[in-house]
């Protein structure tokens, strides 16, 4: 267990919807990422927020938002959903950001289906 | 773009014997990690390299960075079932704009021991 936890676990929508993707960061770590995991694309970073501020964008669409907040958990958005939003979703966290290692602890995943 | 390029994407080998899988790039990385991931589950952490040409073993798992820190290999000894899992690395590299460090994943060698 790496003290990440996210929900839900699973969640099955409809194309066009809305959802939200929740994550607790390990206690004392004050940054948190989102990762998209799909079979074609491997391990994607979508965002990553540092105690409460968006710190770096990668691949992440304008359909998808996140935020941090006080208690530093984090959401992310994910609207108009499309077929291809299709994976897993995973959050990662870490003490901080501005180190050579930057060691990431994982989530166990939220997987999102789309019909 | 930083890449890492993993190979082979897949290994299918029976228990007890050696392997080794490697992680390249052309770009330079402040350090590398190796992380397994199973199936439905997210990555776990294994090791951090580094320092050019570090060496770090785990049980029967060995870890080697390039001494240019662009590339890493991953030695298996005498492998088991429980070894069966996906392995990423990726390398960490200062984002644009200066105090922030992301982590680039390689698309993974998906293992499986065989009894």
């Known amino acids: 267990d790496s003290g990440v936890t996210q929900t839900p676990k699973h969640l099955i929508t409809a194309t066009g919807q809305r959802v939200t993707l929740r994550c607790s960061p390990r206690s004392g770590d004050l940054s948190v990422y989102w990762y998209q995991q799909s079979l074609d694309q491997g391990l994607q970073f979508l965002i990553q927020?540092?105690?409460?501020?968006?710190?770096a964008k990668g691949n992440i669409l304008e359909r998808f938002s996140a935020q941090q907040f006080p208690d530093l958990h984090s959401e992310l958005n994910l609207s108009s959903l499309e077929l291809g939003d299709s994976a897993l979703y995973f959050c990662a966290s870490s003490v901080e950001v501005a180190v050579t290692y930057n060691e990431q602890f994982f989530g166990p995943g939220t997987r999102l289906t789309v019909l | 773009t930083q890449l890492l390029e993993q190979s082979p994407q897949f290994l299918s080998i029976q228990e007890g014997e050696n392997l080794t899988v490697y992680c390249n790039s052309s770009?330079?990385?402040?350090?590398l990690q190796w992380y397994r991931q199973e199936p439905g589950e997210g990555p776990v952490l294994l090791v951090t390299?580094?320092?050019?040409?570090e060496v770090k073993k785990l049980k029967r798992l060995t870890f080697q960075f390039g001494d240019a820190r662009k590339d890493s290999s991953l030695h298996i000894t005498a492998a088991q079932p429980g070894d069966t899992g996906l392995y990423l690395c990726a390398g960490a590299s200062r984002s644009s704009g200066g105090s922030n460090y992301k982590l680039t994943f390689g698309k993974g060698t998906l293992l499986t021991v065989n009894p």
């Open positions: 770009s330079v990385f402040s350090s």
């Open positions: 927020y540092y105690n409460g501020e968006e710190r």
């Open positions: 390299v580094v320092t050019g040409g």
